[in-house]
């Protein structure tokens, strides 16, 4: 139990060590897109209009080797995800994760830029065995060191609304109980020791339209002078919805002495459309969406608690989802459409914003 004093404390602390490091040269923000493969387009394809679009990252939530094979000829970096109902077996068994390897790595390996493997996503919201989780990233961790290979990180995929207690304060947020003291942790020292990173799905859009009070520009990146939330208790500004949810990730490992850990956004986006009242599932408001994140990734300003900002971010979705893949709702989430058209203006590299240190 932390007092929130403490927790205030600690707060403090990140808030003007983010401040004294102000000004170090930013890296540029990775960028990238969820690619779901359909039967619409060949992988090979997809890769070279990526390409073309200046996407320098891939996340692939269904790994298969045929795709990692097509993005092996690009420059695309890839993040692989390990399907959830083979995380008991990796757990029991290292040559469980060897297998794994050695069919969806080790052909393409380093020609295919794998840069991190997620094992598992979202494994809290399934009837999971929790205890297998740490384990099995281990496995896979020490599987990967036996064949030689040390640079691609090994982590897991949560969800922010499944593991957050709050999204405001960011300085008053925790890791939800028992999950926290269970997998989460651990799994932060793992991560610590092997310099990877925290995974996490992070949508503005599903905390907006359960709050009716968060204006919808604030989640949406507009700039205005009345989009703002301040932490009362920090006195820290937010100008929008995306870097409070960071925040809160920072805020909540900083409790466990975690704050370093560099945070890679797997999933975020807008719906472009849903059922007839979700009003706020729009075209516009996905684009404005998409077109906010990525200038503000580039502007290499990163977020109260963390001046370089997230390490990476993944648009959801590539394509909309087919019918069947997606049967619990009809919101669509692609960014482009089947003939590989964009839905609407969007550019990844977007240059032309300057990347200066906003608190000189
Ligand atoms: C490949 O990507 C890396 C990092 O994103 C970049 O430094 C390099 O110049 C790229 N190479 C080519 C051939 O585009
Ligand atoms: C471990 O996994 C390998 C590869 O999947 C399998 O051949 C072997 O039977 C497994 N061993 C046990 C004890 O489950
Ligand atoms: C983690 O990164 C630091 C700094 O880049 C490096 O000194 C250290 O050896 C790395 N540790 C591991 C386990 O890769
Ligand atoms: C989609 O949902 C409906 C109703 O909930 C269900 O009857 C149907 O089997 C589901 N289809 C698939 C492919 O899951
Ligand atoms: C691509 O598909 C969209 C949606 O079906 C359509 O509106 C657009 O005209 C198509 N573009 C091309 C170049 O075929």
């Known amino acids: 139990m932390m007092s929130l004093s403490f927790k205030?404390?600690?707060f403090f602390s990140l808030f003007f060590l983010s401040l004294l490091f102000a000004g170090t040269?930013?890296?540029?923000?990775?960028?990238?897109?969820?690619?779901?493969?359909?039967?619409h387009q060949s992988p090979e394809h997809v890769a070279a209009v990526l390409q073309s679009l200046e996407v320098s990252a891939v996340r692939l939530l269904q790994t298969n080797p045929a795709v990692v094979r097509a993005f092996s000829y690009s420059n695309i970096s890839l993040l692989l995800t390990v399907p959830n109902d083979l995380v008991s077996a990796?757990?029991?068994?290292?040559?469980a994760a060897a297998v794994w390897l050695y069919s969806h790595v080790v052909p393409f390996y380093p020609r295919a830029r794998i840069s991190t493997?997620?094992?598992g996503t979202d494994i809290i919201d399934t009837s999971f065995d929790l205890s297998d989780l740490l384990p099995a990233i281990r496995n896979l961790h020490l599987s990967l060191h036996d064949l030689g290979i040390r640079k691609i990180a090994v982590s897991t995929t949560f969800s922010f609304i499944n593991i957050m207690t709050t999204s405001f304060p960011p300085s008053a947020a925790e890791f939800q109980e028992p999950v926290s003291q269970i997998i989460i942790k651990p799994l932060l020292e793992f991560l610590d020791e092997t310099n990877s990173s925290f995974l996490i799905n992070l949508y503005p859009y599903n905390v907006y339209t359960v709050n009716s009070e968060i204006p919808v520009g604030y989640a949406l990146f507009q700039e205005h002078p009345f989009n703002f939330r301040d932490d009362f208790m920090t006195g820290v500004r937010y100008r929008n919805l995306f870097d409070m949810m960071v925040d809160s990730i920072i805020a909540a490992m900083a409790v466990g002495g975690h704050e370093n850990i560099p945070v890679i956004v797997t999933e975020t986006g807008w719906p472009s459309s849903g059922s007839s009242n979700e009003a706020d599932a729009s075209q516009l408001y996905a684009e404005l969406y998409i077109k906010g994140l990525i200038k503000h990734l580039k502007s290499g300003l990163g977020t109260p608690l963390r001046?370089?900002?997230?390490?990476?971010?993944?648009?959801?979705e590539l394509f909309d989802?087919?019918?069947k893949q997606e049967n619990k709702t009809e919101r669509h989430w692609g960014i482009l459409y089947q003939n590989m058209t964009k839905k609407y203006e969007f550019e990844f590299s977007a240059s032309d914003i300057q990347t200066t240190g906003l608190l000189c």
């Open 307 to 316: 001046k370089e900002g997230v390490a990476e971010t993944y648009i959801y």
């Open 8 to 10: 205030n404390l600690i």
């Open 321 to 323: 989802l087919d019918e």
């Open 90 to 95: 990796f757990a029991s068994n290292r040559s």
């Open 117 to 119: 493997i997620s094992v």
């Open 25 to 39: 040269a930013s890296v540029p923000a990775t960028i990238g897109v969820t690619y779901t493969p359909n039967p």
